[in-house]
């Protein structure tokens, strides 16, 4: 679920929601691990999110970028050999 700006609410009562001022500043990250991001990337375009690039591999891993409706970034990715890079094991 992707929430828009708003006031408080009875769980949140002294937060507000707010799209970030300026939305090349990474104040919070999101990132998405999927097991074929190139799959949930055409998925995700078809149904209209807009992504700053295509997938691109990174060796460890491949990854792109979008924005919620708010500018707030989202890191969608597929982990390749980034557990055997930092000396764990690679689960599926």
């Not at 500043?25 to 700053?52: C, H, I, K, M, P």
């Not at 591999?57 to 969608?76: M, N, Q, S, V």
């Amino acid at each position: 679920m992707i929430n828009d700006e708003g006031g408080p609410t009875d769980d949140k009562p002294t937060v507000r929601a707010q799209a970030p001022a300026d939305p090349d500043v990474l104040s919070s990250a999101l990132n998405v691990r999927v097991t074929d991001v190139r799959a949930v990337y055409e998925q995700w375009r078809s149904r209209g999110g807009e992504f700053l690039t295509e997938p691109k591999d990174h060796g460890a891993e491949i990854r792109c970028y979008l924005r919620d409706p708010d500018g707030y970034l989202i890191e969608l990715g597929q982990g390749t050999g980034i557990l055997a890079e930092a000396g764990g094991t690679e689960g599926g």
